[in-house]
């Protein structure tokens, strides 16, 4: 299998994350979507960054999830979190819903 075909459906997987990221930014709110979540919600990123687990730790889709969030946690900390919990559980930003298993769930 050549390089270039292992990467190209991961970075087709990030563009994904950060398009759907981008338009939970923008368009949820103003059409009402994220119900329960403010629409001034806002990314707020943490100093020091938190660390992901483990990519293998997971299997399929969600493990690609949590190495592109272990790879680039700079794209996910700039995106608010809109999983209804971020509230409850302290969430600042997308990032935090990858520091445990919480996106397994």
């Not at 050549?2 to 981008?22: F, S, T």
């Not at 608010?80 to 520091?99: E, K, S, V």
Request: net charge positive; hydrophobic share 40%; glycine share 8%.
């Amino acid at each position: 299998m050549k390089r270039d075909e292992v990467e190209q459906p991961d970075r087709r997987l990030a563009l994904r994350i950060l398009v759907g990221g981008l338009f939970g930014l923008f368009v949820a709110p103003v059409a009402g979507w994220a119900a329960g979540v403010d629409s001034a919600a806002q990314a707020i990123p943490r100093r020091p960054r938190p660390a992901t687990p483990s990519p293998a730790l997971f299997s399929g889709k969600l493990a690609q999830t949590y190495r592109i969030a272990k790879e680039a946690p700079e794209l996910l900390e700039q995106m608010p979190c809109y999983c209804g919990c971020g509230r409850m559980a302290g969430h600042q930003n997308n990032l935090d819903c990858y520091t445990d298993r919480h996106a397994d769930t």
